[in-house]
């Protein structure tokens, strides 16, 4: 029975099962623009939310892209050492210096030649040496849409992953001087009006950064094939971030997926080496940890808001997958941080 089901599914018109999976990217980017804005509503008192055009950059484009050498970006944003969220993409290129850069509850310490690459809704700070050197850039969830690229490119790349356990990239020598030629040449790019073809060679030069960066990558989250179960499994990841406040179980995203519960487990067992209620679970776990570094939020309210109404379930539920109670965990956090 099984051996039949699995022929059955892999029988399927491959190039509709890759219509649809385009179709539904161009709803999901739409979808998490919503998203995010209806979201940073509810949680506007927790910590500031920033966008491109909240910044003071020397370089930039309408609200979609920036590039400043840090220098410039440290001095004219001071704020971003403290707790935040970014509503874009957020790539950080340290040429030299060092500190420290925690990016949703965890510090990695900042090396020469290292790369940071953070999604939009991410909650981070830093601390940084007065002599560092790099680049930073930022760009729009829809910055690759606009110019009728597919921003689903960014999948490719698995530092870009929410579940993904490591976001930064430490450059080998044989990398340094391509990577650094290529921010060199945004920057050169950004200097004068930005036109469409400009655009295009930013774009271009950004995918070349991350295509470079991911073959450092030793341990990312493997994808194992690319037909039809890499497919499911990446829109099962980007239902979780768009239904985990509401949608609990795997059972509920399977039906969204049109597929059983023990196949979309099968999947991502096969895809990643988790469970879908593991990858649920992560998601619900992060958030609250991001919600609980405000102190103006109980945690009767803070599960509530993760829907939970029974605050006491929800305590257990975050004991058993951090092994710390929520006031734990936020006592914790702000001893480290202070």
């Known amino acids: ?186 920057l050169a790019e950004s200097s004068n009006e930005i036109n469409r073809n400009s655009q295009i060679i930013i774009a271009s030069a950004i995918l070349q950064i991350c295509g470079w960066a991911n073959e450092e990558v030793q341990n990312g989250l493997p994808i194992v094939e690319t037909g039809y179960n890499s497919l499911i499994f990446k829109q099962f990841i980007e239902q979780i971030e768009l239904n985990f406040l509401e949608l609990k179980m795997p059972k509920d995203y399977a039906a969204l997926l049109h597929i059983t519960p023990s196949h979309l487990n099968f999947i991502c067992k096969q895809q990643s080496n988790l469970s879908a209620g593991e990858f649920i679970r992560d998601r619900i776990i992060l958030e609250a940890k991001r919600m609980l570094v405000n102190f103006k939020l109980s945690v009767s309210a803070i599960a509530e808001m993760l829907n939970y109404y029974d605050s006491s379930y929800f305590v257990k539920f975050f004991k058993k997958n951090t092994g710390l109670t929520p006031e734990a965990f936020r006592k914790q956090y702000y001893k480290k941080q202070h």
Request: proline residues 3%; contains cysteine.
């Open 1 to 186: 029975m099984g051996v039949f089901r699995l022929n059955t599914i892999e029988s399927f018109n491959t190039s509709k099962l890759y219509n649809r999976n385009i179709d539904f990217m161009v709803v999901f980017t739409e979808k998490i623009v919503i998203f995010i804005r209806e979201y940073r509503s509810r949680m506007k008192d927790l910590y500031p939310t920033f966008d491109i055009n909240n910044l003071s950059t020397c370089n930039s484009l309408n609200e979609i892209f920036s590039i400043d050498q840090f220098s410039d970006y440290l001095t004219g944003n001071p704020n971003t050492a403290k707790i935040h969220r970014h509503s874009f993409y957020h790539l950080t290129y340290f040429v030299n210096g060092g500190g420290d850069n925690v990016i949703d509850f965890k510090m990695y310490e900042v090396l020469p030649q290292s790369i940071f690459f953070m999604r939009p809704g991410q909650v981070h700070s830093w601390d940084l040496h007065s002599s560092v050197e790099g680049y930073v850039i930022n760009f729009a969830p829809t910055f690759f849409d606009q110019l009728q690229i597919s921003s689903s490119i960014l999948d490719e790349f698995s530092f870009l992953s929410i579940f993904h356990e490591d976001q930064r990239v430490v450059l080998s020598e044989n990398k340094k001087d391509k990577i650094n030629n290529c921010f060199q040449q945004i």
